[in-house]
């Protein structure tokens, strides 16, 4: 149990770093206003309709950070720093947001799939760790529940896994479109670039923590059940 520990202290300071670092760069960011003088929402709006999309609403949601694309509702969801700000960060954002949006209404297999896991995830979430800790507690008579938490785990591990690509996908049209559409400079394309990329590395880190806790769940496994 010790080694899990390690394991879950050096994640979480690994992430706490690069969480605290992307709210320092969307703070600095936020401060620099686009060429254009485009509200996040406007962003949104005009990257929406470049791609010939126009069944999609964008709408202002409570909290910091909070900025997502719902594919059920077909909404893509700025906060309300985002949505009425007319700064390099917005617009990283809210463009960000309807890349994923663009993935939807071109069917992009990583989101596909992503979606298609949800329910499933959701599910492993809510039980992975009372059937875990149960399966540890009971290891020695009882191994089998272990080995269903593991594949529990592994689902949520899974889906961290192919939310990389869809991420670094969705930003990428991002600056491309951001470009292409001269919403940002040469000054502010950079500035763009790195709020998005160092928003790409708190995925890496979720991913590659919950992987490092699935071999250790493993092991352990393998461990107990020879006893």
Not at 17 to 22: A, E, H, K, P, V
Not at 106 to 132: C, D, E, G, H, I
Request: charged residues 15%.
């Amino acid at each position: 149990m010790f080694i899990g520990y390690i394991i879950f202290g050096v994640f979480a300071l690994i992430s706490w770093l690069i969480s605290s670092n992307m709210k320092s760069k969307f703070e600095r960011y936020s401060r620099i206003p686009i060429p254009r003088g485009m509200t996040g929402k406007e962003v949104a709006q005009k990257m929406l309709r470049d791609n010939g999309i126009f069944d999609v609403q964008v709408i202002s949601t409570n909290g910091h950070l909070t900025d997502h694309y719902n594919p059920a509702t077909k909404t893509v969801n700025l906060s309300e720093n985002v949505y009425s700000s007319c700064s390099v960060a917005a617009a990283a954002i809210a463009a960000h947001e309807c890349g994923h949006a663009v993935q939807h209404a071109y069917a992009y297999a990583p989101l596909t799939l992503r979606s298609k896991l949800v329910p499933v995830v959701s599910f492993a979430s809510n039980w992975v760790q009372w059937v875990l800790l149960a399966g540890i507690l009971m290891i020695k008579v009882f191994p089998e529940l272990m080995l269903f938490g593991i594949v529990l785990f592994a689902a949520t591990t899974l889906f961290s896994f192919i939310t990389l690509p869809v991420e670094i996908n969705a930003s990428s049209r991002a600056l491309a479109w951001l470009e292409s559409a001269a919403i940002t400079n040469y000054e502010t394309h950079d500035q763009a670039k790195d709020a998005l990329k160092t928003a790409a590395y708190t995925y890496v880190v979720a991913a590659l923590g919950s992987l490092a806790t699935l071999i250790y769940y493993v092991l352990l496994f393998m461990g107990g059940s020879r006893r």
